[in-house]
């Protein structure tokens, strides 16, 4: 059963730090690409950062470019996403989607994560 697992969520002060982590079961990094997505109160889901499975290529959204940093550890089969300087409109549940699709669209993905609230205080 394919499996993915946030954590790592939690409350941080705007212009802080925090990473987060998704660990995946059921199958490895190696055979998809993944992505973390978010959804704040009233919004759409909206795609953050994504990886590539094949060349470890990276993707982010416009808003948080220079500020967030995807990255990988297959030993660990652990996806993460770092996030500095986060601001009070970063604030969401943030979701991990793996599969073998590409870019920052999540019709791409059929597998996702249960989810980790972050919330930035200003």
């Known amino acids: 059963e394919v499996q993915l697992v946030e954590s790592g969520g939690g409350l941080v002060q705007a212009g802080g730090s925090l990473r987060l982590s998704c660990v995946a079961s059921?199958?490895?990094?190696?055979?998809?690409?993944v992505a973390w997505f978010r959804q704040a109160p009233g919004k759409e889901r909206e795609g953050v950062s994504c990886i590539s499975r094949s060349d470890g290529s990276t993707d982010y959204a416009d808003s948080v470019k220079g500020r967030f940093t995807i990255s990988s550890d297959n030993a660990k089969n652990t996806v993460y996403l770092q996030m500095n300087s986060p601001k009070p409109e970063d604030t969401a549940v943030y979701y991990c989607?793996?599969?073998w699709g590409w870019g920052l669209a999540a019709d791409n993905y059929d597998y996702w994560g249960q989810g980790t609230q972050v919330t930035v205080s200003s």
């Open positions: 989607a793996a599969d």
């Open positions: 059921g199958f490895t990094f190696d055979d998809y690409d």
